[in-house]
C-alpha cells in the first residue's frame, strides 16, 4: 500500500492551498481518509477525517470553516482544501488511512511541508 501526498508549499497567510493524496496497493473505497498534521515542536494533530464514501466529514475545531476534505473513489484520490491559512497551519500534513475515523491509522504516507508565512 502506498499514500503519496502532493501540494506543499509556502504560502502567505490569508491564501489557500490544496492537498492531494495518491493512493495505490488497496481498495481505497473500502477506507476512511484522514489528514494528520504535525508542527515543529509539537504532538501530531487530527485534522480532518472522511467517510469512505465521502459522506461524512470531521474536522478539528482549530480548522473548521477553513479547510474542506474530499475524495474521488474513481481516482483513488483524497484531497484537504486549505482556505484562510495562518502561520499556526504550518506542519507536515499527512496522508493516512483507516478503518474509521477516531480508530488507528492503518496507512501512512510520507507528509508534505506547507509553511505559511509572509
Known amino acids: 500500500a502506498q499514500l503519496v501526498e502532493s501540494g506543499g508549499g509556502l504560502v502567505q497567510p490569508g491564501e489557500s492551498l490544496r492537498l492531494s493524496c495518491a493512493a495505490s496497493?488497496?481498495?481505497?473505497?473500502?477506507?476512511?481518509m484522514s489528514w494528520v498534521r504535525q508542527a515543529p515542536g509539537k504532538e501530531r494533530e487530527g485534522v480532518s477525517c472522511i467517510s469512505s464514501s465521502g459522506d461524512s466529514t470531521t474536522y478539528a475545531d482549530s480548522v473548521k470553516g477553513r479547510f474542506t476534505i474530499s475524495r474521488d473513489n474513481a481516482k483513488n484520490t483524497a484531497f484537504l482544501q486549505m482556505a484562510k491559512v495562518n502561520p499556526e497551519d504550518t506542519a507536515v500534513y499527512y496522508c493516512?488511512?483507516?478503518?474509521?475515523?477516531?480508530?488507528?491509522?492503518?496507512?501512512w504516507g510520507q507528509g508534505t511541508q506547507v509553511t505559511v508565512s509572509s
Open positions: 496497493g488497496f481498495t481505497f473505497s473500502s477506507y476512511y
Open positions: 493516512a488511512a483507516l478503518a474509521r475515523c477516531g480508530q488507528p491509522i492503518t496507512f
